[in-house]
């Protein structure tokens, strides 16, 4: 119950209605169907809304939950026996490390069939390699424990490791991105210099000529013997016979 009037009211949708007498709030919130909410009480004179007050508490306490997130159980079965292939355990680790760089926990089972109870340590080495394989990321938060006809491990996060991974990842990421684009630059500048010596090349041909194809030769026998004359080799006997008629 507001006792002190006047208020300095806030309307439903966040207006800021004013200073006002406290009974004329309270009618104002009874017509809205609402409810008048003290939401600052150290100011003179106090704040006060128009508000659903059930809707308020509960978005109260939703932000008093600390968050779920990363606290999830999830759970891996090596198989349905102990006689699971070697393959078969590095998929299930690849999918538990997903888990575990998400910052979830991980129960590992490994089952038991018929006569397998007799040979719990193979069972028991499946654990350990599926561990070995993670322990980069996780660490034993509870060792294999015999629960029936199967044993749990349970494996949890190393937050400090995962941390120092992710922070990897994003500078190889980085690197591999200037690397990438160094090499396009690279790629660009080899093409504008190849395309600035082709237009060079242009710009020397000379009238007439194709760049790349060298003018045909000009008969050399012509300029060099003058127009006309025959170079053909004499015959002997014609030489003979036009000495003798005097020619």
Excluded: W
Excluded at 4 to 24: A, C, F, M, W, Y
Excluded at 35 to 61: F, N, Q, T, W
Excluded at 122 to 150: A, M, T, W, Y
Excluded at 157 to 166: F, L, N, Q, W
Aim: proline share 5%; aromatic share 4%; glycine share 6%.
């Amino acid at each position: 119950m507001i006792r002190i009037s006047p208020i300095r009211l806030i309307g439903k949708d966040n207006e800021q209605i004013g200073v006002i007498d406290t009974h004329e709030a309270l009618r104002m919130a009874e017509e809205a169907g609402l409810d008048l909410v003290e939401v600052v009480a150290d100011s003179r004179p106090p704040v006060c809304k128009i508000m659903d007050y059930g809707k308020h508490k509960y978005e109260l306490s939703k932000r008093k939950q600390p968050s779920s997130k990363g606290s999830e159980l999830k759970e891996i079965r090596l198989g349905r026996s102990i006689k699971i292939d070697p393959h078969d355990i590095e998929i299930r680790s690849a999918q538990a490390r997903r888990f575990l760089m998400e910052g979830h926990k991980v129960q590992v089972i490994q089952r038991f069939r018929g006569r397998e109870m007799a040979h719990k340590d193979l069972g028991l080495d499946n654990l350990r390699v599926f561990f070995e394989s993670l322990e980069d990321i996780c660490k034993v938060e509870q060792p294999p424990r015999p629960f029936g006809r199967q044993f749990n491990m349970l494996l949890a996060p190393d937050k400090a490791r995962i941390e120092g991974i992710k922070a990897k990842m994003q500078r190889d990421e980085a690197e591999e991105q200037k690397a990438k684009e160094a090499e396009l630059e690279r790629k660009i500048a080899e093409l504008d210099a190849r395309e600035a010596a082709e237009t060079d090349d242009d710009d020397h041909d000379e009238p007439g000529e194709v760049q790349g194809i060298t003018p045909s030769k000009k008969k050399s026998e012509r300029s060099n013997t003058g127009k006309g004359k025959d170079n053909r080799a004499s015959n002997p006997v014609d030489d003979e016979i036009a000495e003798l008629l005097g020619e």
